[in-house]
């Protein structure tokens, strides 16, 4: 995942990609059969694990608007990090934008999985009267999606801390009304 997130799919040599994983060049090609089924794997493989936490601090059973705080803290530390290289779905989103459908696929479903992490928040935030009952859960959630991939691929070419936090407290601002 590694080399893929650093170079992409395109750039990534088969040598680089068996330095990293510390398999041979004949026995990636054996286990995976090819550069591009071995990508489709760590791109999916690392969709579940890259989004994991987040998944969890919506899921967590206290106010909702601290739940989404720490997201969008964990992402202006996250993203303003020396040496961030970007998100492998936002990355390969870009680098394949709509030539490749099993890629766009792998992409949509982990882009799936946040948005209703956060929907599914919003709509706890709601019943709970946490947040005003007219917030568009399914705007609002595809709106902080949005917001993450924007902000990793801010963080990219690098992003200042500061300005990425002064970005989530306008994010966080949309729910308070």
Same mark, same amino acid.
């Given at each position: 995942?590694?080399?893929?997130?650093? +170079?992409?799919? $395109?750039?990534?040599?088969?040598d680089e990609l068996s330095e990293a994983t510390g398999v041979v060049r004949q /026995?990636?090609?054996? !286990?995976? #059969?090819?550069? +591009? !089924?071995?990508?489709?794997?760590?791109?999916?493989q690392y969709g579940y694990t +890259?989004?994991? %936490?987040? *998944?969890?601090?919506?899921?967590?059973?206290?106010?909702v608007m601290e739940s989404i705080r720490?997201?969008?803290?964990? %992402?202006?530390?996250?993203? /303003?990090?020396?040496?961030?290289?970007?998100c492998l779905?936002?990355? /390969?989103? *870009? $680098?394949?934008?709509d030539q490749d459908k099993e890629v766009a696929a792998i992409c949509d479903k982990h882009? #799936?999985?946040i948005e209703k992490a956060f929907r599914d928040a919003i709509a706890r935030g709601k $019943? +709970?009267? $946490?947040?005003?009952? /007219? *917030?568009?859960?399914?705007?609002?959630?595809?709106?902080?999606?949005?917001?993450?991939?924007?902000?990793?691929l801010q963080g990219r070419r690098g992003i200042q801390r500061q300005k990425a936090a002064e970005i989530c407290a306008v994010a966080e601002a949309v729910l308070a009304g």
């Open positions: 995942m590694v080399v893929f997130l650093a +170079r992409g799919f $395109e750039r990534a040599s088969i /026995s990636l090609y054996h !286990t995976f #059969g090819d550069k +591009r !089924t071995l990508f489709l794997k760590a791109l999916d +890259r989004f994991q %936490w987040l *998944i969890d601090e919506l899921g967590r059973d206290r106010p720490a997201v969008l803290n964990g %992402w202006a530390d996250g993203v /303003s990090k020396s040496g961030f290289k970007g779905v936002c990355n /390969s989103l *870009i $680098e394949f934008a882009n #799936g999985r $019943e +709970r009267g $946490e947040l005003a009952a /007219s *917030i568009d859960e399914r705007a609002v959630a595809e709106f902080f999606a949005n917001l993450g991939q924007g902000l990793a």
